[in-house]
């Protein structure tokens, strides 16, 4: 019975900000993740990003593999990245982290592959409202920054 109320509480429990005498309501968590898996398993846009659960039994939602296929007309083009994104017990208040498993040169990702909060502008003016969509996006499109459109990649295949 216990568990059961736990497991109650914890699915209406929302946080509210005070702003200005306005409160404003943040979605739990796992509510905003399955939201998240849903929309990663129907596809959207025009099929160049793609996440869902590392491991299907993830009763957490806390691992997300993730793929990006690099824009054309770049040094990235044609190239699947895969990347792993991590979002923890304070997600989505807080930012999700991210962490190539392809290697890739791009200037907000450092030598382990991991993706610099600080440089990815999605990831630097976080707000509870984005998504793991909107980190990927963030980084499609730095692929198509000038700095990063002819750097060299790695070769094919390889990984951190």
């Known amino acids: 019975m216990v568990s059961r109320l736990l497991i109650f509480y914890t699915c209406i429990q929302f946080s509210y900000t005070n702003v200005f005498s306005n409160f404003k309501a943040v979605m739990p968590r796992n509510f ?29 939602l806390s691992v997300w593999t993730c793929m990006i296929i690099g824009p054309p007309r770049t040094a990235f083009e044609n190239r699947m990245y895969t990347l792993r994104i991590g979002t923890g017990e304070d997600y989505p208040i807080k930012p999700p982290t991210a962490r190539f498993i392809s ?24 707000q509870p409202t984005y998504s793991i969509r909107n980190v990927l996006e963030g980084l499609k499109k730095q692929m198509q920054h000038k700095e990063n459109h002819k750097l060299s990649q790695p070769p094919e295949n390889s990984q951190y």
């Open 103 to 126: 290697k890739i040169k791009l200037n907000c990702v450092n030598e382990n592959g991991i993706v610099d909060p600080n440089k990815l502008e999605v990831l630097k003016r976080w």
């Open 32 to 60: 905003k993740l399955l939201e998240e898996l849903e929309a990663g398993e129907k596809g959207s846009g025009d099929g160049t990003i793609s996440w869902g659960l590392n491991d299907d039994d993830d009763m957490t």
